[in-house]
């Protein structure tokens, strides 16, 4: 089992960056693929990025292509969200998850989230 908490949101102004960082604890981090979902007000949750267990395979969200970069350290039990360009539709509570699929995002431990705010 894994207990994950974010940081890092924010209000940004739309072209800005954001970095977001999840802390895993226990030993078995490097044992989990990793990912971020997102949820906007009236929406439903939505896959952002995974990132396998080495980190060698990455999967994104069309949305989000060329702009977010996911990555992860497992020397520190922790993986990040790099966000670029962002834009007003990018705003949402952003979610940490862990388990074992890369292709539609892990989902079996979540964190408990950190507020995206994109200003136009």
């Known amino acids: 089992q894994v207990q994950l908490v974010e940081s890092g949101g924010g209000l940004v102004q739309a072209g800005g960056s954001l970095r977001l960082s999840c802390a895993g604890s226990?030993?078995?981090?490097?044992?989990?693929?990793m990912g971020w979902f997102r949820q906007a007000p009236g929406k439903e949750r939505e896959f952002v990025a995974a990132?396998?267990?080495?980190?060698?395979?990455?999967n994104y969200a069309d949305s989000v292509k060329g702009r977010f970069t996911i990555s992860r350290d497992n020397a520190k039990n922790t993986v990040y969200l790099q966000m670029n360009a962002l834009n007003p539709e990018d705003t949402a509570v952003y979610y940490c998850?862990?388990?074992?699929?890369?292709?539609?995002?892990?989902?079996?431990?979540w964190g408990r989230g950190t507020q995206v705010t994109v200003s136009s």
């Open positions: 226990g030993r078995t981090f490097s044992s989990y693929a």
């Open positions: 998850t862990a388990g074992r699929t890369v292709i539609h995002g892990p989902k079996d431990y």
């Open positions: 990132i396998s267990r080495s980190g060698a395979t990455t």
